[in-house]
């Protein structure tokens, strides 16, 4: 995204990024919790919202507002290097959107839940009584692979979502920037001019494209291939 020097209010984050990311932290604790009290009840369906909000969120980051769209901030070594340098410096750069190294652990996020979600579809337990929607469709062996894999994406996705937390706090407490706020309202305080305006796409777009992608999950564990 444009680099810009601190005034005027911007809106940075659609709707759709916001309740998104909220529900992905929400349903993350959810299914961290039923994992724990092996609730399978409530971890299948919050498994399934799960899958709902990262496929709605792979999908937005292809044809949504500029600030949410990968080819707008998914930045090649040498801009992430550049950003990792100003890293440590007291305030550093602003961004409007994610800076190319956040960029980083977003593109991770998403990748380790699109993975966990795969994963939990298939997953077998011992017994093979809890076993994922799709599950019938891979050997007794593969999905308990599957399941043991699960388990372990699920260690790296609380390492990267501690570290994630761990930036923005940073970001918060030693540079003086509040990123957690503008992933609230959607605003944030930024230079006036010297930048590119944001697009913004209609959240009824939005709102379409997530009951498709909600149905196509819900389809697909209703209804799965035989
Ligand atoms: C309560 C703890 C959390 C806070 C305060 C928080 C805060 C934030 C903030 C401020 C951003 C925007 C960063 C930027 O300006 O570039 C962000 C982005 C993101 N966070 Fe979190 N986060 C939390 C937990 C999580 C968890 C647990 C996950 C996933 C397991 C997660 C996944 C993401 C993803 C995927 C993005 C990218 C958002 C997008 O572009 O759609 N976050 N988070």
């Given at each position: 995204?444009?680099?810009?020097?601190?005034?005027?209010?911007?809106?940075?984050?659609?709707?759709?990024?916001?309740?998104?990311?909220?529900?992905?932290v929400?349903?993350?604790?959810?299914?961290?919790?039923?994992?724990?009290?092996r609730?399978?009840?409530?971890?299948?369906?919050?498994?399934?919202?799960?899958?709902?909000?990262?496929?709605?969120?792979?999908?937005?980051?292809?044809?949504?507002?500029?600030?949410?769209?990968?080819?707008?901030?998914?930045?090649g070594?040498?801009?992430?290097?550049?950003?990792?340098?100003?890293?440590?410096?007291?305030?550093?750069?602003?961004?409007?959107?994610?800076?190319?190294?956040?960029?980083?652990?977003?593109?991770?996020?998403?990748?380790?839940?699109?993975?966990?979600?795969?994963?939990?579809?298939?997953?077998?337990?011992?017994?093979?009584?809890?076993?994922?929607?799709?599950?019938?469709?891979?050997?007794?062996?593969?999905?308990?692979?599957?399941?043991?894999?699960?388990?372990?994406?699920?260690?790296?996705?609380?390492?990267?979502?501690?570290?994630?937390?761990?930036?923005?706090?940073?970001?918060?407490?030693?540079?003086?920037?509040?990123?957690?706020?503008?992933?609230?309202?959607?605003?944030?305080?930024?230079?006036?001019?010297?930048?590119?305006?944001?697009?913004?796409?209609?959240?009824?777009?939005?709102?379409?494209?997530?009951?498709?992608?909600?149905?196509?999950?819900?389809?697909?564990?209703?209804?799965?291939?035989?």
């Amino acid at each position: 995204m444009a680099r810009v020097p601190p005034g005027e209010r911007v809106k940075v984050w659609d709707g759709a990024v916001r309740l998104v990311h909220w529900g992905i932290v929400a349903a993350f604790a959810v299914l961290w919790w039923s994992s724990g009290e092996r609730r399978m009840d409530i971890h299948l369906p919050a498994g399934y919202v799960m899958a709902t909000l990262v496929l709605f969120r792979i999908v937005w980051g292809i044809v949504g507002s500029d600030t949410a769209r990968f080819s707008r901030f998914v930045r090649g070594p040498a801009a992430v290097l550049g950003y990792a340098r100003t890293f440590l410096k007291p305030r550093g750069a602003l961004w409007v959107g994610h800076n190319p190294l956040g960029a980083l652990s977003v593109v991770a996020l998403l990748g380790l839940l699109l993975a966990q979600v795969a994963l939990g579809l298939v997953s077998v337990d011992t017994d093979a009584i809890e076993s994922g929607p799709l599950a019938h469709l891979v050997s007794f062996e593969t999905g308990r692979q599957a399941a043991r894999m699960h388990g372990l994406v699920f260690d790296l996705l609380q390492i990267v979502a501690g570290l994630h937390v761990l930036a923005v706090l940073y970001y918060l407490i030693v540079k003086r920037i509040d990123l957690i706020g503008p992933m609230v309202t959607g605003f944030r305080r930024l230079p006036a001019g010297n930048r590119r305006p944001v697009r913004m796409v209609s959240p009824w777009i939005a709102l379409a494209l997530f009951v498709l992608v909600a149905a196509a999950v819900w389809l697909l564990v209703t209804h799965p291939p035989r």
